[in-house]
Antibody, heavy 125, light 109 residues
Framework: QVHLQQWGAGLLKPSETLSLTCAVYGGAFSDYYWTWIRQPPGKGLEWIGKVNHSGSTNYNPSLKSRVTISVDTSRNQFSLKLTSVTAADTAVYYC???????????????????WGQGTLVTVSS | SSELTQDPAVSVALGQTVRITCQGDSLRNYYANWYQQKPGQAPVLVIYGKKNRPSGIPDRFSGSSSGNTASLTITGAQAEDEADYYCSSRDSSDNHHWVFGGGTKLTVL
């Protein structure tokens, strides 16, 4: 069974950098894309970006200039950094696995099949 | 980027059938997936690849898709099905990216 456990700072001031890490337990870490998704309070889900074990990344164009997703294959972990945060970045941030092997384009067949517990990040002065 | 459109809210009487829809051009080329989210919890995948249920998801949940519209049907809705439901698919403007629908709040009466 696959389990994702995430952590990071929950309270930031405007202009600071958000930093979250997600550890993956079980499954084949190197076979998948690993994803960050966020949800502002009372609102819907927003895809932030993804990374695979070789460090190949894709980012939401609306966040691309501020986002970095990295991977540590020795620890089966991946991380999110979001710079210059504002109140608009206040959200619950989730890590998740994009199902299906990354090296085969399934057209999104498998969806996001495993999720972390979520971390509420609040940006306030 | 692509957009997926969902009705903000839907209600169903206990034990009846309800359909939740998701519309968007990306659904013509990419699979729809559906997630259930209860308050304070992470989303749970309930339908993948348009119509498949992950292990552990009750068979009262089913999915279908035609053209630019995907549907999630709950046959015999239970009180525990009251939740927010989100669709997702790849983004047709860049198929490495993903988009989500705005979500549908399902109320079971």
């Amino acid at each position: 069974q696959v389990h994702l456990q995430q952590w990071g700072a929950g309270l930031l001031k405007p202009s600071e950098t958000l930093s979250l890490t997600c550890a993956v337990y079980g499954g084949a870490f190197s076979d998948y894309y690993w994803t960050w998704i966020r949800q502002p309070p009372g609102k819907g889900l927003e895809w932030i970006g993804k990374v695979n074990h070789s460090g190949s990344t894709n980012y939401n164009p609306s966040l691309k200039s501020r986002v970095t997703i990295s991977v540590d294959t020795s620890r089966n972990q991946f991380s999110l950094k979001l710079t210059s945060v504002t109140a608009a970045d206040t959200a619950v941030y989730y890590c998740a696995r994009e199902g299906g092997p990354y090296y085969y384009d399934s057209g999104g067949y498998y969806g996001f099949d495993y999720w972390g517990q979520g971390t509420l990040v609040t940006v306030s002065s | 980027s692509s957009e997926l459109t969902q009705d903000p809210a839907v209600s169903v009487a206990l034990g009846q059938t309800v359909r939740i829809t998701c519309q968007g051009d990306s659904l013509r080329n990419y699979y729809a997936n559906w997630y259930q989210q209860k308050p304070g919890q992470a989303p749970v995948l309930v339908i993948y690849g348009k119509k498949n249920r992950p292990s552990g998801i009750p068979d009262r949940f089913s999915g279908s898709s035609s053209g630019n519209t995907a549907s999630l049907t709950i046959t015999g809705a239970q009180a525990e099905d009251e939740a927010d439901y989100y669709c997702s698919s790849r983004d047709s403007s860049d198929n490495h990216h993903w988009v989500f629908g705005g979500g549908t709040k399902l109320t079971v009466l």
